[in-house]
């Protein structure tokens, strides 16, 4: 490690401080703590600093905080990656790989014994949606029902926030609500790790395919940091420890995505505020 990107790291006392890394909550908070710590640790071990975890309740409050530089990188939701990216120039670092491939869905699910089989099923049925600003939780089927010429207020009986994938699973399964959308990925990962939590729900629809949350940094940190952190996560699966770390998050590798993987949000996006 160079001492200018060590340098950078310290602070008016001269002892080091901490990388803060903000990760969006796509599964409850408790449990995102628990899959990522140790790539956090792993993060902060190549690094050569300790990393601290900053969790929030919502998207945009990770956003805003990276907009302050009060965060060294985040791991955002793509809906969030496009608002940053418009309002502050949020950029990106690197991307997961799952599956084959950068990109991931949008899944409607509906109880196991629900009825409801397509999309048309669910009007006037309750609904849950993750965060306000979650592309696969809330733009997704806010954009599938604009093109039907309705909203969620017009469409759904009611709608609630659940601030996690995994309790929109959760909150279909145990028939609090009659459908949720949820990340494809979330549902896949539980559908192979924990297969009790989606027993209860069925798939009923699955949107197109989107770029991949990303991983962001702010436009203006330093160019050293940027480059040490992408280097160090590029680098993941060539490593047997952090290849082990990625094998557990089911992650096959980080790539350096293209912004117009993001092309097809910023088209939903466009498209409700034009009708708002």
């Not at 409801?116 to 949606?129: E, H, P, Q, T």
Request: charged fraction near 25%; aromatic fraction near 10%; glycine fraction near 8%.
């Amino acid at each position: 490690m160079s001492d200018r990107i060590h340098t950078r790291g310290r602070n008016a006392h001269g002892t080091v401080e901490p990388l803060r890394i903000a990760i969006a909550a796509v599964v409850s908070p408790k449990e995102t703590a628990a899959y990522y710590d140790e790539m956090m640790r792993y993060i902060g071990a190549k690094f050569g600093r300790p990393v601290e975890i900053v969790q929030k309740k919502t998207y945009q409050e990770i956003n805003d905080l990276l907009e302050r530089r009060e965060l060294d990188v985040a791991f955002v939701c793509s809906g969030p990656y496009v608002a940053g990216h418009r309002k502050f120039g949020m950029e990106l670092l690197v991307a997961p790989m799952l599956y084959g491939k950068p990109f991931y869905q949008a899944y409607f699910i509906v109880p196991r014994d629900s009825p409801v089989n397509d999309i048309a099923g669910l009007r006037r049925k309750r609904f849950a949606f993750t965060d306000p600003s979650s592309n696969t939780g809330a733009l997704v089927p806010t954009y599938v029902l604009s093109r039907m010429g309705e909203t969620p207020e017009t469409f759904f009986k009611s709608v609630i926030y659940t601030y996690g994938h995994d309790n929109s699973v959760r909150a279909v399964a145990k028939g609090v609500v009659d459908g949720a959308s949820v990340d494809g990925l979330i549902w896949e990962y539980y559908s192979d790790k924990d297969p009790a939590l989606v027993r209860g729900a069925r798939v009923i629809y699955r949107s197109p395919l989107y770029g991949i949350p990303p991983v962001v940094v702010h436009p203006q940190a330093p160019g050293p940091l940027k480059q040490r952190l992408r280097d160090i996560l590029l680098g993941m699966h060539k490593d047997p420890e952090g290849k082990k770390i990625l094998a557990e998050l089911k992650i096959e590798k980080f790539i350096v995505p293209s912004d117009s993987s993001y092309d097809t949000v910023r088209e939903m996006q466009k498209w409700i505020e034009k009708r708002q």
